[in-house]
């Protein structure tokens, strides 16, 4: 071997005994973490709760993190986003602001020296509102049928997948009980509701259903109308526990559909003792302003008020006049008693300038006279109204009567001969 050939190693064994070797490390560059986008929990129509995990920090302090979300695949903090501290490990944070019924996609973020990293894409749909409907007042009423409708000014953040009008005659109907159902979609809508009983109190809500929720709106009440035999049709109202007709009474059949005479003549009305009506001053332009004037033995027949209807005892008056405030003391008194019930039972127009009533109570009385029974002339035409009762005596019949000038209700009997309106009851 030849002297001068060095074997290997041989001057780095030497450097190193002689103190002179120079050691090299290599430090590793950081990394972007490593991260887990979680569960999604707690969804509701504008919030969730959004879970995440750094695994693995990359070598360098976690300076940053949270979550990103958008309704785009692939969310960057371009969009939306929420810090949730520093650090590896579990983070989870809220999230609010969102839209109902509305598919999101989220992920995890974290950042440090190397940069920003996302983790994988999770998807979410928050949860439908409750969409928002009122219900319309209800028109168009006959003795079968009545409009309502209503409008819903907000779909809860979904399709309106029914809405109509239902209805019963006990409160707070809903979709158990009869309904429309034949409109989709938002606003304005219309509804009529059919198969209805004549003469009898309804109430009705307007309702609106999407994915997840069915709501109602207020409730309103109404009353069909009622009919008589020739098909007339009546306005209802109820005082307290009664029903009222809010029109006078103007068939010419009684409910078996026999014709009643029509008596025109004054010495004949005043003689005859069977039944007999007539239209104020014999004229029929009268007819649906203040109805017809009977005579006392056209109510005796218990056949002038449609079936289910009858005419008032002087009893029923008087459940009348004490729901409207009338003492018992006063009820049972005759010629003018009570304070302003009279008031409440006339119309607000129609009377003299200054005589018109309240009509707190519906009844809508007119000042369409009478026909007296001495004479058979008509008399107190704008000033006064009668409506006939049940039997007083053999001669005489109990009536009530309202004037313009005065806010009591007179109560007496008078001839049986004498033409007086009809109010029916219900039965």
């Excluded at 960057?76 to 650090?87: H, I, M, R, Y």
């Excluded at 209503?150 to 809405?163: F, L, M, S």
């Excluded at 109308?225 to 005082?239: H, P």
């Amino acid at each position: 071997m030849s002297e001068n050939r060095r074997l290997p190693g041989l001057s780095l064994f030497v450097s190193f005994l002689t103190g002179t070797l120079l050691l090299h490390s290599c430090v590793k560059d950081p990394t972007i973490p490593v991260l887990n986008t979680g569960a999604v929990t707690d969804i509701t129509i504008s919030s969730a709760k959004i879970n995440g995990e750094i695994t693995d920090d990359g070598g360098a302090e976690v300076s940053a993190r949270g979550f990103c979300w958008g309704v785009s695949s692939n969310p960057t903090l371009e969009n939306d986003f929420v810090p949730s501290g520093t650090g590896p490990g579990e983070f989870s944070s809220s999230i609010s602001g969102l839209d109902p019924n509305t598919l999101y996609y989220i992920r995890a973020f974290a950042q440090n020296s190397a940069g920003i990293a996302y983790g994988n894409e999770v998807t979410f749909t928050t949860g439908t509102a409750a969409p928002q409907v009122t219900t319309s007042q209800v028109s168009g009423i006959t003795a079968g049928s009545a409009v309502s409708g209503g409008i819903i000014t907000y779909d809860g953040g979904a399709e309106i997948t029914g809405r109509g009008v239902c209805w019963s005659t006990s409160p707070d109907p809903d979709l158990g009980d009869s309904f429309t159902t034949t409109y989709t979609g938002s606003g304005t809508f219309t509804a009529t509701m059919t198969s209805l009983l004549p003469g009898t109190k309804y109430f009705v809500r307007a309702y609106a259903k999407n994915n997840a929720w069915t709501i109602y709106g207020e409730q309103y009440t109404f009353f069909t109308k009622m009919a008589d035999i020739e098909g007339n049709l009546y306005t209802v109202i109820n005082i307290g526990s009664q029903i009222w007709m809010a029109e006078n009474l103007k068939t010419t059949r009684l409910n078996d559909n026999s014709q009643i005479a029509n008596v025109e003549g004054d010495a004949e009305w005043i003689t005859l003792p069977t039944p007999a009506y007539c239209w104020l001053r014999n004229e029929i332009q009268y007819k649906d302003i203040y109805g017809a004037l009977y005579n006392w033995y056209t109510v005796n027949t218990g056949k002038l008020c449609p079936d289910g209807w009858h005419a008032p005892t002087d009893d029923e008056f008087k459940i009348m006049e004490q729901s409207l405030g009338m003492t018992t003391e006063q009820v049972n008194l005759t010629n003018w008693r009570g304070t302003d019930q009279g008031a409440k039972l006339k119309s607000t127009t129609g009377w003299a300038e200054g005589e018109n009533g309240t009509n707190t109570s519906g009844f809508s009385g007119l000042p369409g006279g009478y026909r007296w029974a001495q004479t058979g002339a008509f008399n107190g035409i704008g000033m006064i109204t009668y409506w006939w009762s049940s039997e007083s005596s053999t001669e005489y019949g109990w009536y009530r009567r309202l004037d313009g000038t005065e806010s009591g209700i007179f109560r007496s009997a008078t001839s049986k001969e004498g033409g007086k309106y009809i109010r029916c009851v219900k039965d």
